[in-house]
């Protein structure tokens, strides 16, 4: 069983920049699709980046060319480098992980969960 912290939320201005780490223990995370999702009150949770076990990454469209989800399985972390953040952006960001044989990732059935980091963007 996989344990998640994230770090690294914050307010920013519209346009700038955050780094989101989340950190794994209990288990290994190079056996694990990984993944970042984010809510804002009163809506479903939003797949936004997921990161497959050979590193093959897909983001959700509206944070294409923004927002790069990487991982390193020797440090058991998984990161969110955030540029040209909007308002739109403003939201909990959760790390997620789901172990997979192979390497693909589900659209959304993941098992375990981080506690959240807020990210807040003002215009």
């Known amino acids: 069983q996989v344990q998640l912290v994230e770090s690294g939320g914050g307010s920013v201005q519209a346009g700038g920049s955050l780094g989101l780490s989340c950190v794994a223990s209990g288990d290994a995370i190079r056996s694990y699709c990984m993944g970042w999702f984010r809510q804002t009150p009163g809506e479903e949770r939003e797949r936004v980046a997921t990161?497959?076990?050979?590193?093959?990454?897909k983001y959700e469209d509206s944070v294409k060319g923004r927002f790069t989800i990487s991982r390193d399985n020797a440090k058991n972390s998984l990161y969110l480098q955030v540029i040209s953040l909007k308002p739109e952006d403003t939201a909990i960001y959760y790390c997620a992980a789901v172990k997979v044989e192979g390497s693909w990732c589900p659209f959304h059935d993941f098992g375990y969960w981080g506690q959240g980091t807020q990210v807040t963007v003002s215009s």
């Open positions: 990161i497959q076990r050979d590193g093959t990454t």
